[in-house]
């Protein structure tokens, strides 16, 4: 797609409930001790508070904060701040949010409790469903004040371990406008990123859009200055989460990658070798998902190459945004 085009999350039947597990996280140190919490599950599309509680062994002046959700794609927020304020942070591609609740100093030893509240939007990608959210908090003067970890699931993966993502395709609804499905077509536009050294200069590229389900040859032309033996080729392709994709290899062997929680696949096609000077192509196969959210229709994918002597064989930058959006500046990520 989201010398590709774009990176997609695959859409399917979603779980209306994540059931919640909890775990206190703390060590011999931490001034409380998480005894309780509650709710056991929350419901997509309702705001949700988590509440933890448990006794505070010591008067607390003030503290800092720090909330770290991971999943599927790696690390999906870090909200840190003073925990005497709250704050709201925002989950990847518009899913959901995720808020500190201020607590009240000085805290007294006792009954405590920390809350945080959790939105989460109908129709969240189900590899995004399972996560693994950590509260902490360490005291002005350096005491660890509590630590507590909460995993979700969708409700029918909760018992046993979660299952791995389901890649079945559906189509996606629009919830609060929010473009779920995106566009069925992206816009593709290229650039030669070589500089003077490098031995081929591309001049042509096609197609100049992708359709959306469909397997799609990208064929980046021009002309070799001189026979090259061999080289290795490198893909990346970056989007509105960061990295996406990283493809290398040996250019005279075709290779494979698969895009993020199995919303498709890239391909780089083996380049027959010894390269003769003159007229040569790159070709790049991409297959990307149905159901692309429009927020990971906007990449850069660039393809390079470095010949087994160390010279710079090719270099070409690849655009991709819904066709809407093709003619515009894609040089700045497009937010929606």
């Known amino acids: 797609m989201k010398v590709f085009a774009s990176f997609a999350f695959v859409f399917v039947a979603n779980a209306a ?3 919640l597990t909890w775990s206190d996280c703390g060590d011999a140190s931490t ?3 998480i005894t309780a919490f509650s709710p056991n599950a929350v419901t ?3 705001k949700t508070t988590m509440v933890g509680t448990g006794s505070l062994s010591e008067d607390v002046a003030g503290a800092d904060y720090d909330l770290e959700m991971t999943g599927a794609i790696g690390k999906l927020l870090s909200c840190k701040g003073d925990a005497s304020t709250s704050k709201t942070c925002s989950l990847p591609l518009g899913v959901g949010t995720l808020s500190f609740e201020a607590m009240t100093f000085p805290l007294k030893a006792g009954a405590s409790a920390v809350n945080v509240d959790i939105l989460l939007k109908p129709f969240v990608p189900r590899a995004l469903q399972t996560t693994t959210t950590r509260a ?8 660890k004040l509590f630590c507590i970890e909460i995993k979700s699931a969708p409700a029918q ?9 389901v890649a079945v395709a559906e189509p996606a609804v629009a919830q609060d406008g929010i473009d779920a499905a995106g566009s069925n077509n992206l816009g593709l536009t290229w650039s030669d990123c070589g500089d003077t050294s490098t031995k081929t200069k591309i001049t042509a590229f096609s197609p100049n859009a992708l359709t959306l389900g469909q397997k799609i040859a990208m064929v980046g032309t021009g002309s070799l200055s001189e026979d090259v033996a061999g080289a290795d080729y490198d893909l990346e392709m970056t989007g509105a989460i960061g990295k996406l994709l990283s493809c290398k290899g040996d ?10 929680l199995g919303v498709g696949t890239l391909s780089f096609e083996a380049m027959t070798f010894p390269l003769k000077a003159g007229a040569t192509a ?9 159901f692309v959210p429009r927020a990971l229709q906007t990449t850069t994918t660039r393809a390079t190459a470095i010949a087994k002597n160390g010279d710079k064989l090719f270099c070409i930058e690849i655009k991709s945004a819904p066709t809407q959006d093709a003619q515009l500046d894609l040089a700045a990520p497009v937010v929606v």
């Open 157 to 165: 993966d909760a018992q046993p371990e979660p299952l791995a993502p």
């Open 282 to 290: 790159v070709n790049v196969d991409i297959l990307l998902k149905p």
């Open 44 to 46: 997509l599309g309702h």
């Open 31 to 33: 001034k409380t001790k």
């Open 136 to 143: 902490s908090a360490i005291a002005k003067n350096g005491d």
């Open 251 to 260: 250019a005279s062997t075709s290779k494979t990658c698969s895009l993020p």
């Open 17 to 19: 409930e994540l059931k």
